[in-house]
């Protein structure tokens, strides 16, 4: 016998339609997956052989470079990079030149006094600190040093506003050692070009150390301090006028 077909109930049939439209409303709020982002590859320091060109093209451009604090010893030195920290050089200078006509010893800044060394900064930023830092350090430097600028990085260190930047600066444009003293602009270049990547100055001091050729290294870090100030600008790099252009892998190059 045929088998009777059951009478298709309208509630059924309503309840399922309700289920489809709720499961298609889901479906339709759900968002899209987003796609898959492409594994970004490291950049890689320039080779050796590049290196090389680098600091040719810098040394035959500008063989002797030079700081540009204006000083008139070691101790001076020492006391316009104290200055120097979050402060423009030329700024720095202007500030100096008169301080240092009358105080450019240890015992000159201390006879001083801590007072009228804060009359002569005060147009640096943080000059409260800056001076304090100063007639401390002058302190220190006849109490310890018989008023002579110590030669090790681990004791210059230890002065009230000295760090590692400011000791490699005096140890190299002081004494003449190789040391590289990474500011903001030698950092920015270092990463850009890029030569050492890191992302503290002391990454990039190291890295520079172990890249750089002895015979470039005792200005090095003049070299590559000038063209991240005059050159490659952090806004805008201005390639059209760089000697290291065509060796540069920078995504920021403008040529």
């Known amino acids: 016998m045929p088998t009777k077909k059951r009478p298709v109930s309208s509630k059924s049939s309503a309840a399922k339609a309700t289920v489809k439209k709720a499961a298609a409303k889901r479906i339709a709020k759900k968002p899209a997956a987003a796609p898959a982002k492409k594994p970004r590859g490291r ?10 060109e680098i600091f040719t093209r810098f040394r035959a451009d500008n063989p002797e470079p030079k700081g540009e604090l204006e ?9 316009a990079v104290v200055l120097s920290a979050q402060a423009t050089d030329v700024g720095v200078n202007k500030a100096t030149r008169p301080l240092f006509a009358i105080a450019d010893t240890p015992q000159k800044m201390v006879a001083l006094g801590e007072d009228k060394i804060r009359d002569y900064v005060k147009s640096i930023g943080l000059f409260r600190t800056k001076a304090k830092n100063v007639y401390l350090l002058s302190q220190i430097l006849i109490e310890q040093f018989g008023g002579e600028v110590p030669r090790q990085r681990e004791v210059l260190e230890t002065l009230p506003g000295v760090g590692r930047k400011t000791a490699n600066v ?3 444009m002081a004494f003449g050692e190789s040391t590289i003293a990474v500011d903001t602009h030698l950092f920015r270049l270092s990463n850009r070009i890029p030569l050492a990547i890191g992302k503290t100055p002391l990454a990039i001091e190291l ?7 002895a015979e470039f ?6 070299w590559l301090i000038l063209h991240g100030r005059y050159v490659c600008k952090a806004r805008r790099p201005e390639c059209e006028r760089c000697l290291i252009a065509d060796l540069c892998t920078s995504p920021e190059k403008c040529v």
Not at 71 to 79: G, R, S
Not at 207 to 213: A, N, R, S, V
């Open 43 to 52: 950049r890689r320091p320039v080779g050796p052989e590049v290196v090389q």
């Open 71 to 79: 000083h008139v010893n070691a101790f001076t030195l020492l006391v």
């Open 170 to 172: 005096v140890l190299n």
């Open 207 to 213: 890295g520079l150390e172990k890249i750089i050729p």
């Open 217 to 222: 290294k005792r200005h090095a870090h003049h």
